[in-house]
């Protein structure tokens, strides 16, 4: 018979850590860019947008189109960039768990 009580605890542990986790992706950043690093984004892992930088140059009347467009690619790039880093340190956490495979966490 499994051990309840010791996967009480463990299961425990695993909330504190995903709490910690979930406060740590408040604190790393991503960057993503866009048009040659012409647009910036900044976010954090979360999906939080800290800052856009914009190069003076695509400040050009009548081409407002070109540059909504850079920036919704540089936000999607910085988005890629920060699924992934949550889910790198999603793997650290849960290292050796014996999980089933493809299961998302957290719940």
């Known amino acids: 018979m499994p051990d309840i009580m010791g996967m009480m605890k463990q299961f ?16 790393v950043e991503v960057s993503g860019a866009s048009g040659g690093g012409a647009v910036g984004v900044t976010m954090t892992a979360k999906g939080e947008v ?3 930088t914009l190069e003076a140059a695509l400040l050009v009347p009548g081409e407002k189109e070109i540059l909504e467009d850079l920036i919704v690619a540089a936000v999607n790039d910085a988005k ?7 889910q790198e340190r ?17 719940f």
């Open 12 to 27: 425990q542990a695993m909330q504190q850590k995903m709490a910690d986790l979930q406060s740590e992706l408040d604190t």
């Open 50 to 52: 800290r800052s856009v």
């Open 80 to 86: 890629i960039k920060a699924e992934r880093a949550a």
């Open 90 to 106: 999603m793997q650290e956490l849960t290292k050796g768990l014996p999980l089933p495979p493809g299961l998302k966490l957290p």
